[in-house]
């Protein structure tokens, strides 16, 4: 990230303080770079996985933007005496990057979910957003990533938008997109489940409210018990543990 970006450093990584205006403009800026350029979302459950993973931390500590996803991050910067002006979240934010694609004429590639998800994702983008083109869209569960490499080159499609959860996406990322001759490689998480349908968002109120995540655990407790319930007070530790400055405990 340029160093003249503000930002707010939490467990270790440089979070963007921006409007949503602008980081807008620096998404516009990374569009017309000289390099290959990695857009992530960081929350409470990512943050707490680069916790544990060194290497997915150097990635986000490597990526040309980092925005901050969620509630979870809004309390972390309270705590450490800052303020993010806008939750950046990459459901919302995601589809004014592609809007961007599409105001310049470029072609986007889908890459992530179950069979078929990343197809009708696709089909609802390209519906919702006037001019964006869909140069092709195929599930992440690929053994063979060399030929999904390759077809994302053959498409020339120079936005590609992962989604593969964390952290499989952005370490997805910084290893091949250079390789794909995308441009602009988002890392979206659930963002094609949402918008194929797959999964349902919370009601607004609860999204205006910074509780989504618990509409999140009511609808799948099972599998976001750990990410919520032990991880949501483990990642405020971590960061009271930054605030006091405490070396934050890895692992978990």
């Excluded at 980081?23 to 960081?42: I, N, Q």
């Excluded at 450490?80 to 990057?97: H, V």
């Excluded at 072609?107 to 983008?125: F, M, P, Q």
């Excluded at 109120?205 to 991880?231: D, K």
Aim: charged share 20%.
């Amino acid at each position: 990230m340029r160093t003249d970006i503000p930002t707010v450093p939490i467990l270790g990584v440089r979070v963007a303080k921006l409007t949503e205006q602008a980081a807008l403009a620096e998404v516009k800026r990374l569009f017309e770079g000289p390099s290959a350029s990695v857009v992530a979302y960081a929350n409470a459950h990512s943050l707490n996985v680069a916790c544990a993973n060194a290497r997915y931390r150097r990635v986000l500590e490597d990526a040309a933007l980092v925005l901050n996803d969620g509630s979870g991050l809004a309390i972390a910067a309270k705590l450490l005496g800052d303020a993010f002006p806008a939750n950046l979240n990459g459901t919302d934010f995601t589809p004014k990057i592609l809007r961007e694609a599409a105001d310049r004429g470029v072609s986007v590639y889908l890459l992530g979910g179950e069979a078929g998800i990343a197809d009708a994702a696709g089909e609802k983008l390209a519906a919702a957003i006037p001019g964006l083109k869909i140069a092709g869209a195929e599930h992440g569960f690929s053994q063979d990533v060399e030929a999904v490499v390759g077809r994302v080159r053959a498409s020339g499609a120079e936005v590609l938008v992962v989604a593969m959860g964390n952290p499989a996406q952005e370490l997805w990322l910084d290893r091949y997109l250079t390789a794909t001759g995308a441009r602009l490689g988002v890392a979206v998480g659930a963002f094609l489940d949402f918008t194929a349908g797959k999964v349902e968002r919370a009601p607004a109120w609860m999204r205006r409210a910074g509780i989504e995540w618990l509409y999140r655990l009511s609808r799948e407790p099972r599998r976001l018990f750990q990410r919520y319930v032990v991880g949501n007070p483990l990642f405020l530790g971590r960061v009271l543990a930054q605030r006091l400055g405490l070396r934050p405990r890895r692992g978990a």
